[in-house]
């Protein structure tokens, strides 16, 4: 176990230091980089919308639901909408779904073309299969995917204000007012943090386990279920170090 | 030329190639044959500098490949061109784009320049109307032929064949061997094919290999086969009734 980790860390290590090597040619690495924008980025749009509208209605009923103590204003509903979506929802939330979706694309991807020895081919042309394949990814993913979390919190918070004025459990001014209260704009570059790097290690360890040798399908697969298994514990063990970094 | 000296190669505890010693002629089709896991792809890809050895040495003309650092290997992999068993095309690239990439990557000619090479490659391959298409819409013969297109693009001095008829019904196949074996002449190419169709050895094998579980068990050329003495090279060569009877009529 403890050999199989540490050969996995020394593969990762060595693959990262072929993705980042300066590219062949830089006209071919940005078109890569769009084509990968549209089809990691943008194709998530409408899941991370429709997830985080869900999320926003859903966290309002709940707050208010138990918000009964008269003594504690009913903005404050609004208000703990706002932390939660900001602080844990739209940033490690959102990362693992992406982890789920993006990932397991990157890894049965690479994994297919490694297996129909696409990925032999481009070596022996002389090209950087994995600076080709894997760097625009990563550039790609970890500029857009920060978009996309503030895309969630909006939507999020969108959510809300649509559950307060169509059930009327507490005033739209109320909620308003919550949003308001207290905000702190450190909070945003905490979030934009995280999923910086949440969408690498999306990226670079899905990649990790596409990139191997495989024999067979059936190995594509495992490698796709595996890599989503260990970025989203990566990601849960980065979430507590950097909010103790961060925030402490 | 490309000459392999001593070399050995294994996965693990599992040696797959075993103290090996071939000279590949220029511009000659260079064959290598063997039963399923004798190791015919490891050993063309070790040459090709896919699979790193374990032993021995891998020379281009009077380079030692696999001792060079990796800037000096690009170069040499500038010039390979390589045909895969199930092709490799870029299933995110059109027939003409595959043809292109290397194209891309290592010109900086005009897009019309790189036009008229690729449509020279694929007329080359007889493969004129089919530019557009996605692998996936193209039949396994047209997608070899593509693969072809696309080794040799760059105009290489070594092109490798793994298998190249596996999967191909015996017209295309010979349509394959002959395209393979006329590009070799016609370039002056350093030519490696790995195949187990005794039929393409008859056509094209100007120099045969025999691999037998890792080792090279026999070296000549397809006319040597028939009269061969050596037992493990017949039992793999006549195999079949149709090659016995074959061999009997013509002793």
């Known amino acids: 176990m403890i050999k199989k980790t540490l050969e996995l860390i ?13 590219p062949e040619k830089w006209s071919i690495f940005w078109k890569q980089y769009f084509v990968e924008t549209e089809s990691l980025g943008l194709t998530s749009v409408v899941l991370i919308g429709i997830i985080s509208i869900a999320i926003g209605a859903v966290l309002v009923i709940q707050t208010a639901y138990n918000i009964e103590n008269p003594f504690i204003p009913k903005m404050y509903v609004g208000y703990m909408v706002r932390e939660s979506l900001i602080l844990e929802f739209s940033c490690t939330m959102v990362a693992l779904i992406l ?10 991807d690479i994994g297919t073309m490694r297996l129909t020895e696409q990925i032999d081919a481009m070596e022996m042309m002389g090209i950087n299969s994995a600076n080709y394949l894997i760097l625009p990814k990563v550039v790609a993913v970890c500029v857009f995917n920060p978009i996309l979390m503030l895309f969630s919190f ?21 909620y308003t007012e919550g949003l308001r209260f207290a905000f ?28 191997g040798p495989k024999a067979n399908s059936m190995e594509v697969g495992r490698a ?15 979430d507590l170090m950097l909010t103790q970094l961060m925030l402490n | 030329m ?25 511009g000659k089709t260079n064959l290598i044959i063997g039963a399923s896991g004798s190791g015919k792809t490891v050993l063309l890809k070790a040459i090709a500098g896919l699979h790193p050895i374990d032993a021995g040495r891998i020379l281009y003309d009077d380079l030692v490949f696999n001792q060079l650092d990796e800037r000096a290997r690009k170069q040499i992999h500038k010039k390979m061109g390589m045909l895969f068993q199930g092709s490799a095309l870029f299933d995110f690239a059109t027939a003409r784009e595959n043809v292109r990439f290397p194209l891309d990557f290592f010109t900086d000619w005009s897009m019309a320049q790189k036009n008229e090479r690729v449509d020279f490659c694929l007329e080359r391959v007889n493969l004129e109307d089919i530019g557009n298409k996605y692998p996936s819409e193209l039949s396994g013969g047209m997608q070899k032929r593509v693969g072809i297109a696309r080794a040799i ?3 290489p001095r070594y092109l490798f064949c793994d298998e190249p008829n596996s999967g191909l019904d015996p017209q295309t196949a010979i349509v394959i061997d002959r395209l393979i074996s006329e590009i070799t002449h016609e370039y002056n190419m350093t030519t490696i094919i790995n195949t187990h169709d005794m039929n393409s050895v008859m056509a094209i094998g100007e120099k045969v290999v025999f691999l037998y579980e890792g080792k090279k068990e026999w070296e000549g050329s397809r006319e040597n086969i028939l009269h061969s003495d050596n037992k493990t090279l017949n039992d793999f060569v006549f195999a079949s009734e149709m090659a016995r009877l074959i061999k009997k009529s013509k002793s």
């Open chain 1, 99 to 108: 982890a789920g979706k993006v990932g397991s694309n990157i890894s049965s």
């Open chain 1, 184 to 211: 702190n704009g450190y909070y945003i570059v905490y979030a934009v943090t995280k999923m910086i790097v949440f969408s690498f290690i999306i990226v670079t360890v899905s990649a990790l386990y596409g990139y």
């Open chain 1, 10 to 22: 020394g593969e990762y290590i060595f693959l990262m230091k072929r993705v980042f090597t300066k």
């Open chain 1, 154 to 174: 909006l939507v999020g918070i969108l959510g809300g204000w649509l559950i307060v004025a169509a059930t009327g459990m507490i005033t739209l001014s109320q």
């Open chain 1, 224 to 238: 796709s279920t595996r890599s989503i298994v260990a970025i989203c514990l990566l990601i849960l063990i980065t």
């Open chain 2, 153 to 155: 693009v760059m105009n």
């Open chain 2, 2 to 26: 490309i000459y392999v000296h001593n070399i050995s190669k294994g996965f693990g505890e599992q040696q797959v190639l075993s103290d090996i010693s071939i000279n590949f002629e220029e």
